[in-house]
């Protein structure tokens, strides 16, 4: 298996511009999860799905910010309009069962400028 | 609330040594399991080892063992016989039997010096 694959790897984009994080969780992974890292806050949960339903969005910071999963090989994260403040790394992980432990992504690091 | 507590921000180490790094949690609940997670500057986040509530015996995968105190709340990383490749910030997490969401600490960047 591939692992959670994220693209892109890196964004740069200009404040006020729309941004589109993507992930492909691993086959056969029911949960998914968006976290957001930053050396002030350190690792941040902002929503989590399980079987393609959004679970718990509570830690999504503002209306900005939305995830969707349309289907089980397929999520996005998207800031619309992004701030220099979302700069930050973005991680998606899944998992077939949370006590296993997430697999995570490589992350996307958005620098909005 | 369940917390995680990592209270050394950054430690160091010459290569070949033996290093502990230290993590306590809190929680009034039995059954759960504790993580340690690596990231090293590739950023990626690896999964090192995993540790059941309800096993006494201490969790091993070859260079790195952990010290499992239930009573005390304390879940240690040791890492024996370092390599360079080791230098990575250290995050420890715990998740409550059933639970969805891991709980991270803030992590302890190590360092290991040729």
């Known amino acids: 298996d591939a692992g959670v694959i994220q693209s892109p790897r890196h964004e740069v984009t200009e404040m006020g511009q729309e941004v589109t994080l993507r992930c492909k969780p691993i086959s056969g992974h029911d949960y998914l999860f968006w976290y957001r890292q930053t050396m002030m806050r350190g690792l941040e949960l902002l929503i989590y799905f399980n079987n393609n339903v959004p679970i718990d969005d509570s830690g999504m910071p503002e209306d900005r910010f939305s995830a969707k999963m349309p289907n089980a090989s397929f999520s996005t994260l998207k800031i619309q309009p992004s701030e220099p403040r979302d700069s930050a790394v973005y991680f998606c ?3 077939l069962k949370p006590g296993l432990g997430y697999t995570f ?5 958005l620098t909005v400028v | 609330a369940q917390t995680v507590t990592q209270s050394q ?15 306590t949690y809190d929680t009034s ?5 504790l993580f340690w997670y690596k990231q090293p500057p590739s950023r990626q986040m690896i999964l090192v080892i995993r540790q059941e509530a ?7 995968e070859n260079r790195f063992s952990v010290n499992f105190q239930k009573a005390a709340k304390s879940f240690s990383l040791k890492i024996s016989d370092s390599q360079l490749g080791d230098t990575a910030m250290y995050f420890c997490a715990f998740i409550l039997q059933g639970a ?3 709980v991270f600490g803030q992590g302890t960047r190590l360092t290991i010096n040729p």
């Open chain 2, 100 to 102: 969805q969401k891991l």
């Open chain 2, 9 to 23: 921000p950054e430690m160091s180490v010459q290569e070949a040594e033996t290093v502990t790094l230290s993590c």
């Open chain 1, 93 to 95: 992980a899944s998992t």
């Open chain 1, 105 to 109: 992504g490589s992350g996307t690091r």
């Open chain 2, 54 to 60: 309800y096993k006494q015996q201490n969790a091993t």
């Open chain 2, 29 to 33: 609940e039995n059954n759960y399991y």
